[in-house]
């Protein structure tokens, strides 16, 4: 008995409280970096929105309810609009060749492209440079025109995603113009 509980209960005991131990630690640190953490991420979104629309002050998030807006494609998971009326960003995740591409896409109140860019990616690098190299060349086109675009060879699906994201931001921005149908 007495060797039952130096061999098997003891080192169970000792692992069970270096767990608790551990994660009451992680628990601590958790809640002293999670704000850091968060304030960051907020910076860094209100750069990556003032790099679209350099002349807003201030961006206020939409709130998205697909059963007002159905025509909001689900690849949209933000809408913001500015404090000066002066466009909205969209926000949107999109399957490219080598995963999920997260866009950015800026459309001023007459529907027109502003800026748009990739803020994360897992393309092939130099094929999505040639790719995401061309997008200035949107700025100022309104969907007409991105709906003609050509894929770009050796790119194509890459090409064509960063088109539909923009279309479907153009689809997004249409249903919050418009008040949704």
């Known amino acids: 008995m007495k060797n039952i509980k130096k061999d098997f209960i003891m080192p169970i005991l000792v692992l069970t409280l270096l767990c608790l131990f551990m994660t009451g630690a992680l628990a601590l640190v958790n809640s002293i970096t999670y704000p850091v953490i968060k304030a960051g991420a907020a910076d860094r979104a209100f750069t990556a929105m003032k790099e679209i629309i350099p002349f807003a002050n201030e961006f206020t998030k939409l709130e998205i ?17 500015t404090d000066n009326d002066s466009g909205y960003i969209f926000i949107i995740y999109i399957r ?16 027109k492209i502003i800026k748009s860019k990739v803020l994360a990616h897992s393309e092939t690098p130099g094929f999505a440079a040639t790719v995401f190299d061309r997008a200035v060349k949107y700025e100022g086109e309104g969907k007409a025109f991105v709906s003609k675009l050509d894929a770009i060879t050796g790119a194509t699906i890459t090409s064509n995603a960063y088109k539909n994201a ?3 931001a153009f689809s997004a921005f249409e249903a919050v113009k418009g008040g949704g149908s």
């Open 96 to 111: 490219g060749y080598g995963g999920t591409m997260k866009l950015i896409c800026g459309i001023n109140p007459d529907g």
């Open 65 to 81: 309810n697909r059963e007002k807006f159905p025509d909001i494609p689900e690849t949209v998971s933000e809408i913001y609009t």
């Open 166 to 168: 923009l279309l479907d």
